[in-house]
């Protein structure tokens, strides 16, 4: 059942040429699937249950399954509407193929009645045996069509990808996503320290300083100081603050940094991050990458602490 839809309007008529990002998409419908693991987290909360790392911990995977739920969204429209198509699809078939068994057997018995003083008995047992002949077609006609008529996922994809309003859509919800993923993270830690210190506010006592604290070097270093924590809080940070402009504070990461120079074949690895007109450019697999990081840590914080 192939997608068709109205072409997009040009980009002429949305906005000025001298606003527009050049944003990455990325062309995978699969790399939208969700990467929220519930039988991890499943286990955390029973970790946690009776400890006093129960209400950081809830905290977080409350605001971390949100996250997955934006993640998610456009494959999730890929998928209910193939499943609508699909069930409307079957519902046809089913109707079609009760209606035609009724049609076929009501002709079969008219023929019959009005043609028995003129059919000999062989006669009208051919005419059976053909007729039942016709309903066999007809349902192999029907499990054919059923087989063989899918709904063009791709098809609804590539229109969905190629459509500048989505297009802008992703790169915002990716965007969101990624400082979604840290903002909670901050949240967790400084809830870990409030088990400790019950009036803990950051603005008082950074985060790093307060964990190291109560929790020792070594967790902190791993939770918190970490290069690969480092890099996502600096990203997080121009995100939120420098409009994801890579900035001096990120050179020092520059190997993990990708200028697109050919925005049609990006490079889509969750450890890299596209560069387009050195503006930090979000993708599904940065995302996933990130909340694969944290989570480590959480579990880590989670098993020592608990």
């Given at each position: 059942?192939?997608?068709?839809?109205?072409?997009?309007?040009?980009?002429?008529?949305?906005?000025?040429?001298?606003?527009?990002?050049?944003?990455?998409?990325?062309?995978?419908?699969?790399?939208?699937?969700?990467?929220?693991?519930h039988s991890c987290c499943?286990?955390?909360?029973?970790?946690?249950?009776?400890?006093?790392?129960?209400?950081?911990?809830?905290?977080?995977?409350?605001?971390?399954?949100?996250?997955?739920?934006?993640?998610?969204?456009?494959?999730?429209?890929?998928?209910?509407?193939?499943?609508?198509?699909?069930?409307?699809?079957?519902?046809?078939?089913?109707?079609?193929?009760?209606?035609?068994?009724?049609?076929?057997?009501?002709?079969?018995?008219?023929?019959?009645?009005?043609?028995?003083?003129?059919?000999?008995?062989?006669?009208?047992?051919?005419?059976?045996?053909?007729?039942?002949?016709?309903?066999?077609?007809?349902?192999?006609?029907?499990?054919?069509?059923?087989?063989?008529?899918?709904?063009?996922?791709?098809?609804?994809?590539?229109?969905?990808?190629?459509?500048?309003?989505?297009?802008?859509?992703?790169?915002?919800?990716?965007?969101?996503?990624?400082?979604?993923?840290?903002?909670?993270?901050?949240?967790?830690?400084?809830?870990?320290?409030?088990?400790?210190?019950?009036?803990?506010?950051?603005?008082?006592?950074?985060?790093?300083?307060?964990?190291?604290?109560?929790?020792?070097?070594?967790?902190?270093?791993?939770?918190?100081?970490?290069?690969?924590?480092?890099?996502?809080?600096?990203?997080?940070?121009?995100?939120?603050?420098?409009?994801?402009?890579?900035?001096?504070?990120?050179?020092?990461?520059?190997?993990?940094?990708v200028d697109a120079t050919?925005?049609?074949?990006?490079?889509?690895?969750?450890?890299?991050?596209?560069?387009?007109?050195?503006?930090?450019?979000?993708?599904?697999?940065?995302?996933?990458?990130?909340?694969?990081?944290?989570?480590?840590?959480?579990?880590?914080?989670?098993?020592?602490?608990?």
């Open positions: 059942m192939p997608y068709h839809a109205p072409a997009d309007p040009p980009w002429s008529l949305l906005v000025s040429r001298d606003i527009i990002d050049t944003p990455i998409i990325d062309p995978n419908v699969e790399s939208y699937e969700k990467f929220f693991d499943k286990r955390l909360f029973e970790a946690v249950e009776t400890s006093p790392l129960a209400n950081a911990v809830n905290a977080l995977i409350v605001a971390w399954r949100s996250t997955n739920g934006a993640h998610i969204l456009p494959w999730l429209m890929v998928e209910s509407l193939k499943n609508f198509a699909q069930g409307e699809m079957d519902g046809n078939l089913r109707f079609r193929e009760g209606y035609l068994d009724r049609v076929i057997t009501g002709l079969a018995d008219k023929l019959e009645s009005r043609m028995q003083y003129s059919l000999k008995l062989d006669q009208r047992r051919a005419l059976k045996r053909a007729v039942a002949g016709i309903e066999v077609e007809v349902q192999r006609a029907t499990e054919r069509a059923r087989s063989e008529i899918r709904f063009e996922s791709s098809g609804y994809w590539n229109y969905l990808v190629g459509n500048s309003e989505f297009q802008f859509c992703i790169l915002g919800i990716q965007r969101i996503n990624y400082g979604s993923l840290f903002f909670a993270y901050d949240d967790f830690l400084a809830n870990v320290n409030r088990t400790r210190e019950q009036a803990y506010s950051s603005k008082n006592d950074p985060i790093k300083a307060a964990f190291s604290k109560h929790f020792g070097a070594t967790l902190a270093d791993h939770c918190w100081n970490h290069d690969e924590v480092d890099l996502a809080r600096l990203v997080r940070n121009t995100l939120a603050h420098n409009g994801g402009r890579f900035g001096k504070d990120l050179e020092k990461y520059g190997s993990r940094f050919d925005t049609t074949a990006p490079l889509l690895r969750g450890d890299r991050f596209i560069l387009v007109n050195s503006k930090i450019q979000i993708v599904p697999d940065n995302t996933a990458y990130l909340y694969a990081l944290l989570m480590e840590r959480v579990t880590r914080i989670v098993d020592s602490l608990a």
